[in-house]
């Protein structure tokens, strides 16, 4: 639908059109995360708000507002709209991230910095990458684990795949290789968190389970976990999955028109097709950092007092009963040193009996290591907002033919 802009709206579009380039080609010159970088990101959101803005009230403006193709531009513009809102405050939150990483790392240089002190930093400053983890997509990572966890059947040009679920084969397009130990934290934090034999596994199907979208959207939002459950055979490992935040989420489907719903996924087994398992350790870091994030958000919400309500989770605190050495003995520390005061007494007790003896051979040495991986973490990037936001590119909705008018699409933008 053309807007039909009068001639002085053609200029003006026009320059915001170069400004927007500008700024996209200044983001890009810029190093990722710099105060430029930032400045340049919100300049081109602003200038393609512009943009939209005067083309759709040039829009109303030439258009019948009941005709159901300006109905239809509306929609199409109020959608781009919120995309943008997205994208501006994934913006603010990343540069906090970066802020509060770089005064870690400006601190780790000073004379007067321990490693106590810097360990809580880091343990706090996962905790807040863990609670907004970005999706990656990552094709050999999702064949290798497609492989490990029962490989694919093609029939009648359809793909299927494994289903954790009940056993069965399911279509392979509702399902996610899932990192466990997120890769935005990088694989120099996996190394210190749980040792050197960690350190090739964050892309590994051992870092992985295969998951339906949705499960795997509400796992990488801490409201699901996997712990270990009861077995027949001492020698087959099994695993179930527990709800931990069910406000909300209890009574949703997991599938689309289908009849499972979250609350039947409490206490439900993952069924495997073979004796593969993810590893331990990182399942055991996810349990615990999701009930660390679960329990701050209910204290801060009221929900909970000084502990969480065991009548209501009897099984969340005591979910991991299994001993193991998972995590380096003084990541724990870090955690106790930072949230002590605020966890639940058995959530510290499970946290202290997976201690591992990992260590560096000296203070100094383990302080580097700390500010070593504080640099590897991947806070987002330009390729990780939204996968389906593409309303914003040189070849779509600014395509210089519809700047005159002449183009037939429905865009706004």
């Keep these: 639908m053309d807007p039909k802009l009068t001639d002085d709206e053609k200029s003006r579009v026009k320059d915001l059109r170069a400004a927007v380039r500008r700024a996209r080609q200044g983001s890009s010159e810029e190093v990722y995360g ?12 602003d200038g393609e708000d512009q943009i939209s803005d005067l083309r759709f009230r040039a829009l109303q403006r030439n258009s019948d507002l009941s005709d159901p193709s300006f109905e239809q531009a509306a929609q199409e513009y109020k959608s781009q709209q919120d995309q943008r809102s997205a994208k501006r405050l994934s913006i603010l939150e990343k540069k906090k991230l970066f802020d509060k990483r770089n005064k870690i790392l400006q601190q780790s240089s000073s004379t007067t910095t321990n490693l106590t002190s810097m360990r809580a930093a880091y343990v706090d ?18 064949k290798d684990v497609l492989r490990a966890y029962g490989g694919t059947r093609k029939t009648n040009n359809t793909t299927y795949c494994f289903s954790v679920l009940d056993g069965t084969r399911r279509e ?9 130990f997120p890769l935005s934290i990088g694989p120099k934090a996996m190394e210190y968190i749980f040792g050197r034999d960690a350190r090739y596994e964050i892309n ?6 295969l998951l339906p979208k949705k499960i795997e959207k509400h796992f990488d939002a801490h409201q699901i976990v996997v712990v270990p459950a009861k077995s027949d055979n001492p020698d087959v490992r099994e695993w179930q999955f527990l709800i931990v935040d069910k406000s909300g989420l209890w009574n949703e489907y997991v599938f689309p028109g289908g009849e499972m719903k979250f609350s039947d996924l409490h206490e439900r087994k993952l069924i495997f097709p073979n004796d593969f398992r993810p590893r331990a350790r990182y399942l055991y870091f996810h349990y615990l950092t999701s009930m660390i994030i679960h329990f701050r958000a209910a204290q801060k919400t009221g929900i909970v007092r000084s502990e969480l309500p065991d009548t209501e989770w009897p099984e969340l605190t005591r979910a991991w009963a299994t001993h193991g050495e998972y995590l380096r003995d003084n990541m724990i520390y870090g955690f106790m040193e930072e949230l002590g005061h605020e966890l639940p007494e058995d959530l510290k007790q499970n946290a202290l009996t997976h201690c591992a003896p990992i260590r560096s051979n000296s203070e100094a040495e383990e302080l580097e290591e700390v500010v070593d991986s504080l640099g590897m973490i991947r806070i987002g990037s330009d390729d990780d907002d939204d996968d389906d936001d593409d309303d914003d590119g040189e070849d779509g909705n600014f395509d210089e033919d519809d700047e005159e008018g002449e183009a037939g699409g429905m865009s706004v933008n």
């Design 34 to 45: 710099s105060e430029d970088y930032w400045k340049y990101s919100k300049e081109e959101l």
């Design 172 to 180: 392979r397009d509702e399902f996610v290789a899932a990192h466990i």
């Design 204 to 209: 590994s199907p051992r870092n992985a389970l």
């Design 125 to 142: 400053l996962l905790l807040t990458i863990q609670s907004k983890t970005s999706h990656q997509k990552q094709s050999d990572f999702s």
